[in-house]
């Protein structure tokens, strides 16, 4: 059966992939048949109508989704393909309540041209009563626009199936939270990732960089228990009342918090075993300040230290030593945590800035034991972040003969020096010019 998934037109290289995420998820054959970045109309092939149900449930990109009546490229041939694929279902709604309602992209109908468009189907013979709420049978007639364009490139008629879960959206908006920073995920982006990385009832989901939650959150409102780590104690404990616990509490997901760690990821006291179900981190991009790991640069300063009869690292105001940290060698280091952390089929969600102009600049990481998903990407300005998807293979899967290919850690001791996207970030992404 054909369903028409109705997007919003917003983070269009997300869209899809969210959809294969869940279609993944809840173990559903899913077929995309029609998709364009530049439409909000998508429509994909499924087994049935509770595969219809399951599949938008939890989505955050997509308003709804509809079974499809007809489809065409004007009027006469959406009516010629609704009479075609449906003529022998009419009379399962003859006495249904009913409502009928016009969506179109990209243009804007009176009451009155809507009433037009809704007149013309009624050869499908409903004759039961309408009603605006709570109708038994909710049909929709899509149109979708060019830009200016005098006529549609597409038309389509939907029954309606199931709503999705972008209420949460509005839910979650940080404007609205307790305890938010400078860099806390906006939202909607912390419910996507949660969806990429399977986020669910039974799942152990980790954030070795987890600031303020956002991301584990989202996991969270999805069933998951959740753990986090942050090299920034200030971050894990908060202040004032307002820290990782109050959000929690403030979204009645306090039952699914197991506790925030004060770590780095090459320190990471968790128990060194494959425990986790998933793995989401916005890793730091060491623009405001350079990336750091504990640590001295000579490898001194081990030796305990007692203050007032107590060890220093147990006070309260204690701020551990640290130093300088390439960027790409993170990068390379959250793969080898994952690979050894994660369970066959557990996922890791990594966000990556790139500047738009180079992507060679940051080469995509890559690890014998992780095959990549899906690479959606989030333009800014003069530069980008894509969200990294990763999915643990099991060790028979795994191709003895290709090696581990890490990329050149960036030598030095400077922040520019470690991090070449931090430099290009200063230097305003110019793209470099060769003098003659």
């Known amino acids: 059966m054909d369903y028409l998934v109705r997007f919003g037109q917003i983070h269009e290289s997300f869209r899809t992939a969210e959809l294969e995420s869940l279609a993944a998820l809840h173990g559903i054959e899913l077929k995309i048949l ?4 530049d439409s909000p109309f998508c429509i994909v092939k499924l087994a049935s109508e509770t595969a219809a149900r399951q599949l938008t449930s939890r989505a955050i990109l997509a308003f709804g989704i509809y079974e499809v009546w007809g489809l065409g490229e004007d009027y006469p041939t959406l009516h010629e393909d609704v009479h075609r694929r449906t003529s022998q279902i009419w009379s399962r709604y003859r006495t249904s309540s009913f409502r009928f309602t016009v969506d179109g992209y990209q243009v804007k109908r009176n009451p009155a041209s809507q009433g ?8 499908l013979g409903f004759e039961g009563p309408i009603r605006m709420h709570d109708a038994e049978l909710k049909m929709c007639i899509f149109e979708d626009y060019e830009h200016g364009a005098p006529k549609p ?14 209420a949460a959206v509005m839910k979650y908006d940080l404007k609205k939270r307790h305890y938010i920073s400078t860099t806390s995920m906006d939202a909607e982006m912390s419910l ?5 990385v399977h986020a669910r009832p039974g799942k152990v989901i980790y954030d070795p960089f ?10 969270a409102h999805f069933g998951a228990m959740t753990i986090g780590s942050d090299i920034d104690g200030r971050s894990v404990r908060g202040k004032a009342g307002r820290h990782i616990v109050s959000n929690y509490h403030q979204y009645g997901l306090l039952n699914r918090y197991l506790d925030g760690l004060i770590s780095d990821l090459t320190h990471c006291p968790l128990r060194q075993a494959r425990l986790l179900d998933g793995i989401v981190c916005d890793p730091p991009y060491g ?10 640069r000579d490898g001194s300063g081990k030796e305990e230290v007692i203050i007032n009869g107590k060890p220093a690292h147990l006070h309260p105001a204690f701020i551990p030593p640290k130093k300088p940290y390439s960027f790409e060698a993170m990068l390379d280091d959250i793969l080898e945590f994952a690979a050894s952390s994660l369970v066959d089929n557990g996922r890791l969600c990594m ?3 790139s500047a738009n102009e180079d992507e060679i600049e940051l080469g995509i990481p890559s690890h014998p034991a992780l095959e990549l998903i899906s690479v959606p990407v989030q333009p800014f300005n003069k530069w980008s972040r894509r969200l990294l998807t990763y999915q643990r293979l099991a060790d028979s899967a795994i191709i003895d003969n ?3 290919m890490k990329k050149d850690h960036a030598l030095g001791t400077k922040a520019d020096e470690l991090n070449h996207f931090r430099k290009r970030y200063f230097e305003g992404f110019q793209t470099s010019q060769t003098t003659t």
């Open 34 to 37: 029609e998709y364009s970045s």
């Open 116 to 123: 037009v468009l809704i007149e013309s189907f009624t050869y």
């Open 153 to 166: 490139r597409r038309v389509f008629l939907g029954r309606w199936i199931a709503g999705s879960d972008r």
């Open 192 to 196: 996507i990732t949660a969806n990429m």
């Open 210 to 219: 987890v600031g303020t939650a956002g991301l584990l959150i989202a996991c």
């Open 287 to 296: 623009v405001r300040e350079g990336l750091k790991v504990l640590g001295t």
């Open 351 to 353: 966000w990556m800035p």
């Open 402 to 404: 290709v090696p581990h």
